[in-house]
């Protein structure tokens, strides 16, 4: 099956330690996810600690942004708005997947089986990521970044589509990030040459890194972009006038970084602060991480955490906790026993908070939606196309092996089977395969000569081997194909001149149909709740049509 090439921000973070939340810097959720007790279901905290909706939901919500959040409910999500009194309203239910509002009105969701939507904030549908020069559109980012929406196709590539629907940036990069600062970081293979690009908001190139660079991040920030060359040196770039800025050779992830300095990570993950300044080292590698706080820092390691100034002075010590969350304006969060418990950004400990947990992330799920949409007509139609009144395409019933297969025949001297890759079609969420059957084995071998002492072997085809069958494999992603799938297909055979010989009954365990068509005939099977099947295609004898019946009738006694 055709599989997605990558939405850039999905992966390379993941690598390094520490990676954050790909929500801008600027966006502060309205409220976060809390569980107060741990037998409470979730409820919601504000900045100043109120609790709202308190043990309201079973699963963990994600955070209240932009007055919207989402949550699963049983199998499925709903996207819920803070009406008034704070109360949950739901907006969309029963979704597959869920956005989130990152920006003025709208919502990426994906409803059960359909491609992916866009909704404002009453729930309302304002368009459908539609197919773009009939390639599906079968992911996107979950939030619009500066009025635009990463969007990929079937085929691996990416483009960006506007808050109208439009594809303002045609889908034709292999790889792609979102919109920060005005510019993207896109990814383009050409032969042997990967590049990565820098675009504007037209989808203008206006810069490239150099042959050998890879993004240590994927988005613009503070004018700039960290990478590494092909020596492994870690080195900033600003966008769009190229300048490089190297780091020292300890320097090997960057975690965090604005216009003044930057948090790092040894080879051995060690965690020190640099100053873009001559590369002064503010505070050394010997934490676990950093994290930016106002205009100091948090940090900490194995022996407990701190609070420090903008040049790296001691400012607060929060004791031996080893990891402290910086959720602000909600505090910063940590672990103590069982509970979490909650620090003012002035080192003090709020009173009396306490939680048994906490969720700040954006999104419930993915963070690239995924499309539900399938076209079953497609997969029937790549079927019914191949049909002819003989067999598949060029392959017809009764006619030798050797019409239809090349190379060595001492590679077939054991088989009667043969796989058919020129009919093989590999669509947007299913593939199907042709396998062919023959009577004898495709190859045989005999003495080169009449001497009963030359035990020489020649080989070749065998001309009793006929072409007897002909078997589709259809394997696809859609959880319903085992039954309207395969009635999808029946319909299909029957539009070609196929006629019903029997079938099972509606809803049974498995579907089985025996159809005709001349002397041809077409057997499709495969378990109901199944994503794929099979269809057989044979000359019918009187023998064989009357085995296939019999299953069939059996399945209905059953």
């Known amino acids: 099956m055709k599989t997605i090439a990558r939405i850039l921000t999905a992966v390379a973070l993941a690598a390094v330690p520490g990676a954050c939340n790909t929500a801008p810097d600027t966006l502060t959720p309205d409220y976060i996810a809390v569980k107060v007790d741990k037998d409470d279901d979730w409820g919601f905290i504000a900045p100043d600690g109120e609790i709202i909706m308190a043990d309201e939901f079973k699963e963990k919500p994600s955070a209240v942004v932009n007055g919207l959040f989402s949550v699963k409910e049983g199998d499925f999500y709903t996207l819920y708005s803070v009406g008034d009194g704070r109360r949950p309203e739901a907006l969309c239910e029963d979704l597959a997947a869920s956005g989130y509002c990152g920006e003025g009105e709208l919502i990426p969701v994906v409803r ?30 979950n939030t619009f970044h500066e009025g635009l929406l990463l969007v990929g196709d079937a085929e691996g590539r990416y483009g960006f589509a506007d808050t109208s629907g439009e594809y303002v940036i045609a889908p034709k990069y292999d790889g792609a990030a979102y919109f920060s600062e005005g510019y993207a970081v896109v990814y383009q293979k050409r032969g042997d040459d990967d590049r990565y690009h820098i675009i504007d908001r ?36 600003s966008v769009p006038d190229g300048e490089e800025h190297k780091c020292p050779a300890k320097v090997k992830y960057i975690h965090e970084y604005d216009d003044r300095c930057y948090i790092y990570f040894t080879e051995d993950f060690d965690c020190g602060l640099m100053a873009f300044a001559d590369n002064e080292q503010i505070l050394r590698p010997r934490f676990s991480y950093i994290n930016f706080l106002g205009d100091g820092f948090l940090a900490g390691n194995d022996k407990g955490a701190a609070i420090y100034g903008r040049d790296g002075e001691e400012l607060h010590d929060l004791g031996d906790y080893k990891w402290v969350h910086n959720e602000e304006p909600f505090g910063l969060f940590t672990l103590d026993g069982d509970s979490y418990i909650v620090f003012d950004k002035d080192g003090k400990q709020r009173s009396k908070v306490e939680y048994a947990d906490y969720n700040s992330s954006f999104y419930t799920g993915a963070e690239v939606l995924c499309s539900e949409y399938f076209d079953v007509q497609a997969v029937v139609n790549s079927l019914i196309d191949m049909i002819n009144s003989e067999g598949l395409a060029r392959y017809r019933l009764g006619n030798q092996a050797s019409r239809y297969l090349s190379g060595n025949a001492e590679d077939y001297i054991s088989t009667k089977e043969e796989s058919l890759g020129d ?31 030359d035990y020489t072997k020649v080989y070749g085809w065998n001309p009793e081997s006929y072409l007897n069958e002909l078997c589709v494999s259809i394997d696809t992603e859609y959880p319903l194909w085992g039954s309207e799938g395969n009635e999808a297909v029946v319909a299909g055979l029957k539009a070609k001149g196929f006629t019903e010989v029997a079938s099972t009954h509606k809803g049974a365990d498995r579907f089985l149909c025996l159809l005709r068509k001349g002397s ?39």
């Open 202 to 237: 037209n989808g203008d190139q206006v810069m490239s890194l150099k042959k050998g660079y890879e993004p240590l991040s994927y988005n613009v920030k503070s004018g700039r972009i960290p990478a590494k060359n092909d020596d492994g040196r870690v080195i900033f770039v």
């Open 423 to 453: 009919l093989s079609v590999d669509g947007y969420r299913y593939a199907m395969n042709v396998t062919a059957y023959f009577t004898e084995n495709i190859g045989q071998w005999r003495y080169a000569n009449s001497d009963p002492y």
């Open 520 to 558: 041809l005939y077409a057997y499709v099977h495969g378990d109901s709740g199944e994503t794929a099947s099979s269809v057989n295609f044979a000359i019918a004898t009187p023998e064989e049509e009357n085995i296939i019946i019999e299953k069939i009738n059996d399945e209905n006694e059953d």
């Open 112 to 141: 059960q089986r359909e491609r992916i939507s866009v909704v404002d904030r009453k729930g309302e549908t304002r368009f459908v990521l539609e197919p773009y020069k009939g390639v599906e559109i079968t992911r996107a980012q």
